[in-house]
Every structure is written in structure tokens, then in C-alpha cells.
């Protein structure tokens, strides 16, 4: 079993910044590459940014892509997503999700992933 534990959401103002981490904890956290998704009120659910186990591959939304990073420490079992730039588009729950898969896949497509947070609001509002 794994859980996923997400933190650092909440309100900020256009233009600000806000970072994200996803904690991983369970029995099956190696080889997970790590997915950040968001679903905005009335909209489908969709990929921000995806790692690899490894850390070594990357995926970004075209809308996020030179505004979020995201990056990993699996010595600490966290994957962060520091985002900056807010704009009220980015405004929606997001969830981190895991995929085992091999180290240098990176999963970009939500039914790849097999377990899930239960999200985080972020809103960005003045």
C-alpha cells in the first residue's frame, strides 16, 4: 500500500508563489514516479507536471512550462512543485498521484496512476 499526503496549498494573489509537496509513505514507495494533477470547478482533471522515479524525466503542461518546477527528494520520500507566477487560471485542487513504473518513465496520463491524494486547494485571488 502507499499514501500520498499533500501540503502547502491555499490562497494567493496573482503574480505570487506557492509550492506544493507530496509525501509518499507505505510499503511500495520505490520506483513511483510522481504525477501533479489539478481539476478546476466544472473542468476535467489534468496533468501539471510529472517526474520520473529517477528525477531524471520531466513533463509540463504547455500553460505551467518556465512558471512550475518540479522536482524530488527520494531520500525524504517528498516530490515538490514550486509554482510561480500564479494567475487565477491555476486556480484548483490538486492532487499528487504515484505510478510504478521503470525509473525513467514518466507517466503524463491520470489512469496510469494508481494511487492517488485526497488534494489541495489552491487559489489564487485577489
Known amino acids: 500500500q502507499l499514501q500520498l499526503v499533500e501540503s502547502g496549498g491555499g490562497l494567493v494573489e496573482p503574480g505570487g508563489s506557492l509550492r506544493l509537496s507530496c509525501a509518499l509513505s507505505?510499503?511500495?514507495?520505490?520506483?513511483?514516479?510522481v504525477g501533479w494533477f489539478r481539476q478546476a470547478p466544472g473542468k476535467e482533471r489534468e496533468a501539471v507536471s510529472c517526474?520520473?522515479?529517477?528525477?531524471?524525466?520531466?513533463h509540463y503542461a504547455d500553460s505551467v512550462k518556465g512558471r512550475f518546477t518540479i522536482s524530488r527528494d527520494n531520500g525524504k520520500n517528498t516530490v515538490d512543485l514550486q509554482m510561480n507566477s500564479l494567475t487565477p487560471d491555476d486556480t484548483a485542487v490538486y492532487f499528487c498521484?504515484?505510478?510504478?513504473?521503470?525509473?525513467?518513465?514518466?507517466?503524463?496520463?491520470?489512469?496510469?496512476?494508481?494511487?492517488w491524494g485526497q488534494g489541495i486547494q489552491v487559489t489564487v485571488s485577489s
Open positions: 517526474i520520473s522515479w529517477s528525477g531524471t524525466n520531466t
Open positions: 507505505g510499503s511500495t514507495v520505490d520506483y513511483r514516479a
Open positions: 498521484a504515484a505510478a510504478f513504473m521503470p525509473a525513467d518513465y514518466v507517466p503524463t496520463q491520470a489512469y496510469e496512476y494508481d494511487y
